[in-house]
T-cell receptor
Framework: ELKVEQNPLFLSMQEGKNYTIYCNYSTTSDRLYWYRQDPGKSLESLFV?????AVKQEGRLMASLDTKARLSTLHITAAVHDLSATYFCAVDATGTYKYIFGTGTRLKVLA | NAGVTQTPKFQVLKTGQSMTLQCAQD?????MYWYRQDPGMGLRLIYY???????DKGEVPNGYNVSRLNKREFSLRLESAAPSQTSVYFCASSAGVLIGYEQFFGPGTRLTVL
């Protein structure tokens, strides 16, 4: 059974600081997705990582994928309040049409 | 281009009532999905449709049925609602998982079962 675990589950950080969110998954997959969800809103796609060693960056967020370690990271650089949201990673098991989501990391950036 | 739309946005049901949640996408996507989101549980896949004419169970299918009406529309039916089905329901679509496309989500339906 494919399982996806994120840590930390909650993260409170000061503006200007750096931090990393981790996403581990339990089965073979070459594809990993990161989403953002604001309170009371839907999910918005941030990054699609399609191969081992893939790295994507958008503004203060950078995501990477290590398929051998079954690990993806979402690195936040010099956090700002606008980044406060819940971040989800999702994996689709190779050969299936199913996406399995992690439980999410609730990020709060304090001014 | 509306993306993924869902109706209704909010719904209150009494235990035992039935209802259908509607979802439509205008992106010509092949795959469509229904999730439920409960506090602290992330998103859990209820059913999915890899392509028009096919549907399959996800992680938590009990108490639900689905219909892929055509390529655009994918509905979720609760035949006899239970309080445990109180949740936020999201519909999503994707061009195709096997070639690594992200999902696009609808705005969600907040369902309360009394």
């Amino acid at each position: 059974e494919l399982k996806v675990e994120q840590n930390p589950l909650f993260l409170s950080m000061q503006e200007g600081k750096n931090y990393t969110i981790y996403c581990n998954y339990s089965t073979t997959s070459d594809r990993l997705y990161w989403y953002r969800q604001d309170p009371g809103k839907s999910l918005e796609s941030l990054f699609v990582l399609l191969s081992n060693g893939a790295v994507k960056q958008e503004g203060r967020l950078m995501a990477s994928l290590d398929t051998k370690a079954r690990l993806s990271t979402l690195h936040i650089t010099a956090a700002v309040h606008d980044l406060s949201a819940t971040y989800f990673c999702a994996v689709d098991a190779t050969g299936t049409y199913k996406y399995i989501f992690g439980t999410g990391t609730r990020l709060k950036v304090l001014a | 281009n509306a993306g993924v739309t869902q109706t209704p946005k909010f719904q209150v049901l009494k235990t035992g009532q039935s209802m259908t949640l509607q979802c439509a996408q205008d992106m010509n996507h092949n795959s469509m999905y229904w999730y439920r989101q409960d506090p602290g549980m992330g998103l859990r896949l209820i059913y999915y449709s890899a392509s028009e004419g096919t549907t399959d169970k996800g992680e938590v299918p009990n108490g639900y049925n689905v219909s892929r009406l055509n390529k655009r529309e994918f509905s979720l039916r609760l035949e006899s609602a239970a309080p445990s089905q109180t949740s936020v329901y999201f519909c999503a679509s994707s061009a195709g998982v096997l070639i690594g496309y992200e999902q696009f989500f609808g705005p969600g339906t907040r369902l309360t079962v009394l």
